[in-house]
């Protein structure tokens, strides 16, 4: 899932302090997971909002609302209706759904309230981590299932460099927690499934064209069957 976290809240105040009406907009899906975008999350931030806001000026906020998905325009067009008097609209979701707004609600700045991190799974109960780069390559098959372009540190393609100790990456100290290298999670993942041999493979420099080095990437579903 993506992940977001929450701007500072001292960001947040700067960008909509220009506006009288603003309209709160959360998320249920990916960003709602991590607890920074579903409908708990836009509620806190109408409530922190209006209490920086109380001395200084009059900020109407109106009753949060939530989008299943803010990234397709299908779940906005027809399911949406802005409130009249709307100025500006806060929203708690991606990048991809900050910008899908934009382009639904033209005229109206759409502000987010999030940063949008990484692709991440939820391993344990609160703790999101980053698992995949969207790199557009794939190389799961070959490394057991354990990505090297997100999960280490210097994205090797072959590994692991000198920097690692006992299992852990060199980073651990800067990080003040250990991480995981993710060239020695790979070859322990290789031994179980008896396939080691997958680590003599020597990859060739990557081509990061798929991964957005050529540019905003774009796929087109080919109807009924992808083959």
């Known amino acids: 899932m993506i992940v977001g976290e929450h701007k500072p ?23 709602a997971v991590s607890l920074t975008g579903g409908d708990r999350a836009a509620r806190l931030m109408t409530e922190a ?26 779940w906005i067009e027809p399911f949406f209706d802005l409130p009249e008097g709307v100025e500006a609209i806060l929203s708690l979701a991606c990048g991809a759904g900050v910008q ?6 033209k005229g109206i700045p ?25 790199c557009g390559d794939c190389l799961l098959g070959l490394t057991g299932g354990i990505c090297p372009i997100a999960r280490c ?41 008896g396939k080691l041999d997958n680590y003599e493979k020597i990859s060739e420099t990557k081509n990061w064209t798929p991964g957005g080095a050529g540019g905003p990437r774009q796929l087109i579903h080919p109807g009924e069957t992808p083959f």
């Open 9 to 31: 809240i001292e960001e947040i105040i700067e960008s909509v302090k220009a506006y009288n009406n603003v309209l709160v907009v959360g998320c249920q899906t990916c960003v």
């Open 100 to 105: 899908t707004m934009a382009d639904v609600f």
């Open 153 to 193: 540190a210097k994205k090797l393609l072959n590994g692991p460099c000198g920097g690692s100790s006992k299992g852990k990456c060199e980073i651990s100290i800067s990080m003040g927690r250990d991480v995981e290298c993710a060239w020695h999670l790979i070859v322990e993942r290789l031994k179980e499934l």
């Open 49 to 74: 909002l209006s209490h920086a806001f109380k001395d200084s000026k009059t900020l109407h906020l109106f009753e949060n609302s939530m989008l299943e998905r803010q990234c397709e325009k299908d």
């Open 110 to 134: 759409v502000l987010p309230g999030l940063n949008t991190t990484f692709i991440g799974a939820l391993d344990e109960s609160g703790v999101l981590n980053e698992k995949c780069a969207g």
